[in-house]
Each structure stands twice: as structure tokens, then as C-alpha cells.
């Protein structure tokens, strides 16, 4: 499977716990999307990289939030001190350099509790 | 700041009814355009692109042009079938901005047998 992928799929979490995501785009790309989709909505965008660098950081993006792609690859994104609002999908998407087209992962569920 | 508009949800039709959902956008240059689709409890797809003015993207039956006098990107299908039922997005992305997506808030069609 040469797709996006994102790990873990789902993940529960009590309220004031941290939690990580994992995206890995498909190699080629050298970029790299996150996206928070929340129910009945469509999907917001939070941060980008260009290779290893993050080039923007949307003003979703609270401090509470990090993502790294330290070696241009596969990239995480972190959620510290999680609140009952931060339940979502979050999206991962990667495309060809200066290339439009997105190719979307399946996305990790977050409930929290 | 870009933004999109799209016509609010849902739609319920019968199959091999004629399906338009209206999508305009509000931007300073000329974004690249796309539809993507969400099947129940799946991933966002991309259903189709036009990456300049008068294109017209199409795939599986659907198709929308670009039309930048009326900076508007709607969806179109002649006949839909119980397997269109699904969320359509539609969304904008500017090269100037890291080609980032910007959503609609997503049509959710029903097509009824």
C-alpha cells in the first residue's frame, strides 16, 4: 500500500492526558498537511510541512498543540493537556512538490473523555 | 481571507435524478479547485480537479468547471445512482498560500432507491 497512513486510527483519552499521532505520507511527497475535521463540518486546515520545515501554523494551532516532521518523512503531531474540545478527526494529507492535489489519509479519531 | 460557500445539505433525491451542488469561492488570485467526496465511514477522496479558468474536471459522472467570472466551482451529475450517497466538499487551493484547502462545509447527499 503506497497511501497516506495514519496511526493510531482511533484513540480515547481522558481529559489533561497528552497524545500523539503519526502520519506517513506517501514517499515521494514533500509535503505534508495536517486537517481537523469535526463532526458535521468540513475539514479545517492546522499546519504544513516543506520537508522537514514547517512552513505555516494555522491560529487552531494552540500552544498546546506541536507537530514535527524531523526528517522529512513521517510526521506527529502532539496534543498536550487535552480538552473535551479537542475531540476530532484529524486529517494527514501529503502531496508531489508544487503539486495541488492532496492525497488524504484515513484519518485518527480523538475522543476525549 | 479566501473563503468558500457551499450549498447546505442535505440533499435527498431518487436515483437517476439530476444532482448540481453550488459551490463559490471568494479569493484574491486563481486557486486550483477540487471536489472531494466522504463515503459513509471512509476517507475524503478526491473526486475531481480543474486547475485554471473554463477547465472542467470530471470523473465517475460528476463534473464542475471552473469559471472565474463567477468564481464558482459546481458540481454536477446527470444521473445519480444509491452509491452517490455520500458529503461532498468542496475546496480551493491557492498556490500562494503553500496550496492549502480550503473547505466547504460540506452538501451531504442521500439518493433514495
Known amino acids: 500500500d503506497t497511501g497516506v497512513s495514519q496511526d493510531p486510527r482511533h484513540k480515547i483519552t481522558k481529559r489533561g492526558q497528552n497524545v500523539t499521532f503519526r502520519c506517513d505520507p506517501i514517499?515521494?511527497?514533500?509535503?505534508l498537511y495536517w486537517y481537523r475535521q469535526t463532526l458535521g463540518q468540513g475539514p479545517e486546515f492546522l499546519t504544513y510541512?516543506?520537508?522537514?520545515?514547517?512552513?505555516?501554523k494555522s491560529r487552531l494551532l494552540s500552544d498546546r498543540f506541536s507537530a514535527e516532521r524531523p526528517k522529512g518523512s513521517f510526521s506527529t503531531l502532539e496534543i498536550q493537556r487535552t480538552e473535551q474540545g479537542d475531540s476530532a478527526m484529524y486529517l494527514c494529507?501529503?502531496?508531489?512538490?508544487?503539486?495541488?492535489?492532496?492525497?488524504f489519509g484515513p484519518g485518527t479519531r480523538l475522543t476525549v473523555l | 481571507g479566501d473563503s468558500v460557500t457551499q450549498m447546505e445539505g442535505p440533499v435527498t433525491l431518487s436515483e437517476e435524478a439530476f444532482l448540481t451542488i453550488n459551490c463559490t469561492y471568494t479569493?484574491?488570485?486563481?486557486?486550483?479547485l477540487f471536489w472531494y467526496v466522504q463515503y459513509p465511514g471512509e476517507g475524503l477522496q478526491l473526486l475531481l480537479k480543474?486547475?485554471?479558468?473554463?477547465d472542467k474536471g470530471s470523473n465517475k459522472g460528476f463534473e464542475a468547471t471552473y469559471r472565474k467570472e463567477t468564481t464558482s466551482f459546481h458540481l454536477e451529475k446527470g444521473s445519480v445512482q444509491v452509491s452517490d450517497s455520500a458529503v461532498y466538499f468542496c475546496?480551493?487551493?491557492?498556490?500562494?498560500?503553500?496550496?492549502?484547502?480550503?473547505f466547504g462545509g460540506g452538501t451531504r447527499v442521500l439518493v433514495k432507491p
Open positions: 514517499s515521494e511527497h514533500n509535503r
Open positions: 475546496a480551493p487551493a491557492f498556490k500562494a498560500a503553500g496550496n492549502k484547502l480550503t
Open positions: 510541512f516543506q520537508n522537514e520545515a514547517q512552513l505555516e
Open positions: 480543474a486547475t485554471k479558468a473554463d
Open positions: 494529507a501529503s502531496s508531489f512538490p508544487g503539486r495541488p492535489k492532496q492525497f
Open positions: 479569493a484574491t488570485g486563481y486557486p486550483s
